[in-house]
């Protein structure tokens, strides 16, 4: 299994991003799959996921500004990002689980990314 993450950035309090995980070994509308971010000093925090059947569940935190959504052809998992804060800064990790995931926890997970970097400036 190989995710790797693409599309971080720089970009001002407001505006958008999109990033994208590549998958290999992975079929993304069969398995369980997700968003994680981690801020420098804190721990690492669910963003978003989408089961196995196509159900997304966000963090209330990015609720209303991002959009997980699945690229069956390009076998790629994307989290468009709107009206971004600077407390959306952090590293963005992409996940994977070959069965259902009901939760949006980081232990639910087996396999991931080594992250993308989006920093938001004020």
């Known amino acids: 299994v190989q995710l790797v993450e693409s599309g971080g950035g720089s970009v001002q309090a407001g505006g958008s991003l999109r990033l994208s995980c590549a998958a290999s070994?992975?079929?993304?509308?069969?398995?369980?799959m997700g968003w994680f971010r981690q801020a420098p000093g804190k721990e690492r925090e669910g963003v978003a996921y989408?089961?196995?059947?196509?159900?997304?569940r966000y963090a209330s935190s990015v609720q209303g500004r991002f959009t997980a959504s699945r690229d069956k052809a390009a076998n790629t998992l994307d989290l468009q990002m709107n009206s971004l804060s600077v407390e959306d800064t952090a590293i963005y990790y992409c996940?994977?689980?070959?069965?259902?995931?009901?939760?949006?926890?980081?232990?639910?997970?087996?396999?991931w990314g080594r992250g993308t970097q989006v920093t938001v400036a004020s």
């Open positions: 070994g992975v079929t993304v509308s069969r398995w369980s």
């Open positions: 996940a994977a689980h070959d069965k259902a995931v009901c939760q949006l926890r980081a232990d639910l997970f087996n396999d």
């Open positions: 989408v089961t196995e059947v196509g159900t997304v």
